[in-house]
Structure formats: C-alpha cells, structure tokens
C-alpha cells in the first residue's frame, strides 16, 4: 500500500470548496456555478484540485450542453473522438443514451481514455442527464498512488520502459465484409500504434504515475512476447486493488472532471436496460507523457542484436505474398 498520509496535498481554496471524496483521489467541489462564466481565480483553482484529487465531483449543476463545453473549454481545446457517438454539427460533444436496445460499449474496462493517441487527452468530463434507479456507477483509480505502492524493485525495473498502445476495442467496431476491413486499415493507418513511456511523470503535480492499461496497451517494446504479456498481466491486476480506488455513484445533474494523466477509469455496465444518459467533452492535451527516465539505445539492447528478419528480404526466397 502507498502512504496514505499526505498523499494528497490538502487544500483550502478562496473561491471553491473541496471536500475529498477517497483515500487516494476524488473530491467534491461547491462553491461554483458552472451555468456561468468563470472568474481566472476559479479556473486556476479548479485547474490545481483536478491534479491533486484526479477526479472532481461537481454535484446540483443545472447546465446545457453549450455550458458544458464552454467549461471545458477553460482547460483546452475540445477533442473530437474518431469512434465515439458524436453529435451531428457538433462533433466535440459525445453522447452516451444507453438503454434498452442500446447497451453500453466496452466502457467495462480499466483505462486511460485515448491512449492510442501520440498526445492522449489531458481530461475528461461527463455530464448526468439521466441516471438509473440503481447501479451505473464509475469507478475510477489512482495510477499515481498504484505506482507509489509498488516495491523498489518493480519500480526500479519499470524505470524507462515503453509500452506500445493500439485502437484496442475500437478495432472491433468495423464489419468483416471488404467496405469493413478497407475502413479497419485507413483507421489503423490514420491512428498508429503510439509508444508510451509505461512510467509518466504528471506534468503539474510531478507524481510518478504507472501508464499502462488493458484496454489499449499490447506490449512491452523491447521484450519478448511471453516477458511482456506476464508483466503487463501483473501491472494491469495492480490496477484491481480496492485501496486505490473512488467508486462514484451518480446522481443526476452531476459532472465529473477526470485527470486522464494519473487515473484510470472503468464504467460498471450493470444498469442495463434501464437508461443512462450522459453528455461527454474531451480535452486536448498537446503535449506527449513525460518519461520518468530515457529509454535505453536500443543498440545496447542483446534482445537487438538479431536484426529484424526485413533487412534480409532480399537475400531469400520470395514469399509467397510478395510475388
Ligand atoms: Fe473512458
């Protein structure tokens, strides 16, 4: 287990009220009408609890759909997501209306959202609309506290390792007829795979956190292919540790604003067929994670020293594909 005392920094805000909702992460957050513009001092509030908690809670916001991306807005530009139900003339707004005939899409799993991206999304915000009478929580874990719990030995052995992520479930989406596989390779061709480091530094707070998760991470660069599946299997199990985790439970009119550097989420699908209904805004982050430490020149790599069986094309026989 990670120190729990002082693992958050304690806050007390002059224009916001935090109360902290997890051991690890989360915090509720008063104080604030998001139907309204905000003032500077509030946004650069705001901005420094959702890297210190990971996951605010803003509960009674009566808000629009325009209101909801004028505050994200405040952090960064909005993302338009390749896969997701996105509105029509509005493609930065997602919306999730899942019920009877409609059930929700491998939201189930524990992940960091668009990690197949070179840049993944610096937050995430969602938005109740409607809400079952029970189940449809969220559960959300801190990868900075995970990492924290990990033994020296693991940590020193993650240190400057890369993972690599692909489209994941999204891959699933297209037909096996010929229109769905065209689509499959210009998707796989337009987002490629994206190298991250499997330990990131958050860019404000600093934290170490543990990058890697099972939704769209394959493997460990570098490493034979058994080495990684059983390494990546043990990381994405820390990811389970009850201690480490925030389980939201939703009301209506609730919206929730994740830091998508340190936390991993995961949607608990048990509502259905009763309705949810959620409005989702997504914000850029321009820059790429931060490594903790340099990978190592793969040229002092012994795993390198078979050269990739491509360079030798030409002094084989043709293959059969190739002719
Ligand atoms: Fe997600």
Redesign the pocket.
């Known amino acids: 287990m990670s120190n729990v005392i002082n693992f958050l920094t304690e806050t007390n805000y002059k224009t916001i009220t935090t109360a902290q909702k997890g051991v690890f992460l989360g915090a509720e957050v008063t104080g604030v009408d998001l139907s309204k513009k905000l003032s500077k001092e509030i946004i650069e509030e705001i901005t420094d609890a959702h890297a210190n908690y990971g996951v605010l809670v803003f509960p009674d916001q009566f808000i629009s759909s325009d209101d909801l991306q004028r505050f994200g807005r405040y952090f960064g530009e909005l993302s338009v997501h390749p896969f997701s139900t996105n509105t029509e003339g509005n493609p930065e707004l997602i919306i999730f209306d899942n019920k009877e005939g409609n059930p929700p899409a491998s939201?189930d799993v524990w992940?960091t959202?668009e990690t197949f991206r070179d840049c993944p999304p610096m937050g995430?915000i969602l938005y109740s609309k409607v809400i079952p009478s029970h189940g449809g929580d969220t559960n959300f874990a801190s990868m900075a506290a995970i990492y924290d719990g990990l033994s020296d030995r693991l940590q020193s052995f993650l240190s400057g390792l890369e993972a690599i992520h692909d489209l994941g479930p999204f891959k699933n989406l297209f037909p096996d007829t010929p229109e769905g596989r065209k689509n499959k390779y210009l998707a796989q061709e337009k987002y490629q795979s994206a190298t991250h480091p499997i330990v990131r530094v958050h860019s404000v707070t600093g934290k170490k956190i543990l990058f890697v998760n099972p939704q769209f991470t394959t493997h460990i660069k570098g490493m034979a292919e058994d080495e990684s599946r059983s390494i990546l299997d043990m990381l994405f199990k820390k990811t389970l540790t009850h201690e480490y985790h925030y389980r939201h439970k939703w009301d209506k009119n609730m919206l929730v604003f994740w830091d998508n550097q340190a936390i991993q989420?995961s949607?608990v699908h048990d509502y259905y067929p009763q309705q949810r209904m959620m409005e989702r805004v997504t914000i850029i982050n321009e820059h790429q994670p931060i490594a903790d430490a340099p990978p190592p020149d793969p040229a002092t790599l012994r795993k390198y020293l078979m050269p990739p069986i491509t360079q030798f094309s030409n002094s084989r026989q043709k293959r059969h594909h190739d002719k």
């Open positions: 939201t992940h959202d995430t989420h949607a």
